[in-house]
């Protein structure tokens, strides 16, 4: 997956440390199996997924390059109903699965959260251009 914008990556290398948090106290708590460990890795991809897809879309349509923006939101809707089968998926084997999944799927989102708080507050400054 490529990250083209300063602020994909810097979401990127923040949102490892979460997921590695997650799987660390998954481990001590729940004695991490390999069910609790595929489900946080592919909610985490799909997220990862999500993000370049959706920032994609923003910048295209930021640019207003209206040739390439049909393709750009067919991109998206198509991994939006990626999440759905990934989630239905995992609804479908368990309820812990499920839960694992949203967990993954909800990394990208909580240190998007994480940095929004800490930025209003004047912990950080990311100077976003």
Known sequence: MNFNNSTE???MKRSLPLFAVILLISQVF?????????????????SLIRLRSLSEMVTTMISNAKIKFGSVVI?????Q???VIVLFVAAGKSIQ???VVFLGLSIVTLTIMINAFTEAIGI???NFE
């Not at 729940?30 to 991809?45: D, M, R």
Request: charged share 10%; glycine share 6%.
């Open 81 to 83: 109903l990626l999440t």
């Open 124 to 126: 950080t400054k990311n």
């Open 9 to 11: 990556k810097l979401l």
């Open 97 to 99: 699965s499920f839960f």
């Open 30 to 46: 729940f004695k991490l199996n390999i069910q609790l460990f595929f489900g946080v890795t592919i909610g985490y991809a799909v």
């Open 75 to 79: 991109k998206y809707l198509i991994v």
